[in-house]
Each structure stands twice: as structure tokens, then as C-alpha cells.
């Protein structure tokens, strides 16, 4: 037989190798194409930053690029546009875009839950220390919010303590701290860090009112559904990397705080003080779809969306298969 001959049946028997090794270890070789994941710079998004940061995407074969937002609702929106693959938001925004007529799966949570990591700054006003008193003392002003968790606990809130005399305004997150201190608002309602932040500024100047029990924000990961039905084992191994970084997070808390404040600059005092609010851990609960219908009856009595809007079946929304199959105890829905 020729040398060349030779050569290449060699090349070619190489080259079959390598094949067969990549399609069944699939962990180590990196998918060409990345997969976008929009998020917001926030605590909310530690189990994403985690699973980068430590190379667990990479452990699967995933390219995976987290894209910056600073609302995890903008990152929805840009998932809706086409601009992103994938989009980690509040559960607030994904009722709200159902309701408008989007189709997605949600295929995991990435907080388990909070632990008030929603609530109610405001400036001190003598001996007033629940919120009945607190705002039926006189017409407040609450910021907080809108289209997110945020506002449908305040929706919440006022409901619970039968508040109805208060001036409600839409702020930035961001600002709300400041707004509080200066006092052109007697009140914020608002998530961490935010929150956190206030209490910091106004020091003994401020109460804050938290109800453990009124909501739990869940922060969920969004698919389009062509694209998890088309992909089912790469949604798996997304899975798989989240699972290690919860892992990962409850075995190394202060690494995993450094990873945080990596992503977020927040100063050490920052996530020592917000961290334990957030479970962090993949899941499926039965709070989800429990909230997904309570928003969308919230967003008909307040007008957001027509009161003859048809509410979809949200069980429709929650794609459990990946779960089931990487982590079943975790799919509770």
C-alpha cells in the first residue's frame, strides 16, 4: 500500500477518535456557538456569576456569555426581542409578559427563595412602628418599582393593612436610597441591595416594615420554547453546571461572596448584610406557579392588562423535563 494511502487512513481513523471521545464525554469541548444569558448585576444572580466563574458551564461543553443588565426585567425584554438566548428575571416580569401574549419556558428557578428580601424603608416618625399607624398617620409618598416584584408587594402590602390613602410613584432602584434620605418620599418598597442601602444611609432615622410571609421574590431562568425543544440536552447540562455552583455556594460561602462582589463591586459589609436573604439553589417550587396566577389577577385589578384578558395556563410556561432528570427532588412544582 502507498505511503499516502497509509497517511491518510490514518488521519481519518484520528480524526473518528476524536469524535467518538467528544460526543460521548461532551464535558470538556466547548459548544462553537456561545449561548447569551441576560441577568441583572445584582445578588439575585450570584448562582449564574458562580456557575461562570468557576467553570462549571465549561465543565459541560457550554460557551457560556452572561450579558449585564441592570433590571432583570431589561433583560427579559431583550430575551422577547431576540437580542439574548436566555433571560434570569423576577417572576413579576414573566407574568406580565405572558399576559401580553409571549410564549416561553421558565426552566429552573435560580433563587429558591427570599427571606424579605422585598420590603418597606421609611423615615421615621416618632412612635409609629407598624405600618397601620405608620400610614394612616397621614398621606404618605412610597416609591417603588414598577412592572416587577417590587410593586406587587406593595400591591400586597397596602392590601394586608388595608392602606389606602398613599401617593405611590414609579423610581429607579437605584435612586430610591438618595430619595428616602432627602425626603422628597416618606417611604421606599424595594429589593436588595437597594433596601439594604437605605437602611445604611438613614441609620436610626429609618423603620423598615418586612412581612416573610407576604412574598417571596423568585428570580427564574427564561427559554424560548423552540429552542429548549430542539436543545433538551443542552438545557440538561445548564442544569447540571447550576446544581454545581449550588453545591459549590453552600460549601464555600465567603469564595462565593467574593465572586458577587467580583460581578457587582458591592463592598464586603454589603454582602455579609444581604447574603443570607437568598437560597440559592435550582429549583421548581409550588410557589411559582401559585404567584404566576395571583400576578396576573393583580394585573387586572389594577389595570395593567383588560379584565377580559384570557390568563394562560402558566403550568404550560414551566418546562420541569430537564429538572426531572438532573435534579429530581428539585422539580416540586
Known amino acids: ?59 459541560q461543553g457550554l460557551n457560556v456569555e452572561l450579558k449585564e443588565f441592570t433590571a432583570g426585567k431589561f433583560a427579559l425584554q431583550a430575551f422577547l426581542a431576540g437580542s439574548i438566548d ?13 399576559l401580553q401574549g409571549n410564549e416561553f419556558y421558565i426552566i429552573t428557578q435560580v433563587v429558591e427563595r427570599t427571606k424579605n428580601e422585598v420590603r418597606v424603608v421609611a423615615l421615621k416618625d416618632g ?7 405608620y400610614f394612616k398617620a397621614k398621606k404618605r409618598k412610597l416609591a417603588t418599582s414598577f412592572g416587577g416584584g417590587p410593586e406587587f408587594y406593595t400591591y400586597n402590602f397596602l392590601k394586608k393593612y388595608n392602606i ?21 418620599v416618606d417611604a421606599i418598597a424595594i429589593f436588595e441591595p437597594f433596601a439594604y442601602f437605605a437602611e445604611q444611609k438613614l441609620g436610626n432615622q429609618s423603620i423598615t416594615f418586612k412581612d416573610d410571609n407576604l412574598y417571596s421574590e423568585l428570580y427564574v431562568l427564561s427559554a424560548k420554547r423552540e429552542w429548549v425543544n430542539a436543545n433538551p440536552e443542552t438545557v440538561e447540562k445548564i442544569l447540571e453546571a447550576l446544581v454545581r455552583a449550588s453545591e459549590f455556594i453552600q ?5 462565593s461572596k467574593l465572586i458577587l462582589m467580583k460581578y457587582t463591586k458591592f463592598e464586603k459589609a454589603t454582602v455579609d448584610g444581604i447574603w443570607n436573604n437568598f437560597v440559592y439553589k435550582p429549583v421548581l417550587n409550588g410557589l411559582l406557579p401559585k404567584y404566576l396566577n395571583e400576578e396576573a389577577q393583580w394585573a387586572k385589578e389594577t389595570g395593567k392588562i383588560s379584565k377580559d ?20 427532588e428539585n422539580a416540586m412544582v
Not at 436566555?86 to 405572558?98: D, I, R, T, Y
Not at 414609579?170 to 430619595?179: G, I, L, N, R
Open 1 to 59: 500500500m502507498k505511503k499516502t494511502n497509509l497517511i491518510g487512513i490514518f488521519v481519518i481513523i484520528i480524526f473518528l477518535l476524536n469524535a467518538c471521545n467528544s460526543s460521548t464525554t461532551g464535558k470538556t469541548i466547548q459548544e462553537s456557538k456561545p449561548i447569551t444569558i441576560g441577568m441583572q448585576v445584582g445578588p439575585a444572580s450570584t448562582l449564574l456569576m458562580v456557575a461562570k466563574d468557576k467553570g462549571f458551564f465549561e465543565e
Open 86 to 98: 436566555m433571560a434570569a428575571s423576577g417572576e413579576v416580569p414573566v407574568a406580565l409578559s405572558s
Open 127 to 133: 412612635n409609629l412602628d407598624n405600618p397601620e399607624e
Open 309 to 328: 384578558t384570557k390568563v394562560p395556563d402558566f403550568d404550560e410556561y414551566i418546562y420541569e423535563d430537564a429538572l426531572k432528570k438532573v435534579k429530581p
Open 251 to 255: 460549601k464555600n460561602p465567603e469564595e
Open 164 to 184: 389606602t390613602d398613599v401617593e405611590i410613584i414609579s423610581q429607579k432602584p437605584e435612586d430610591m436610597p438618595v430619595a428616602l434620605q432627602s425626603k422628597t
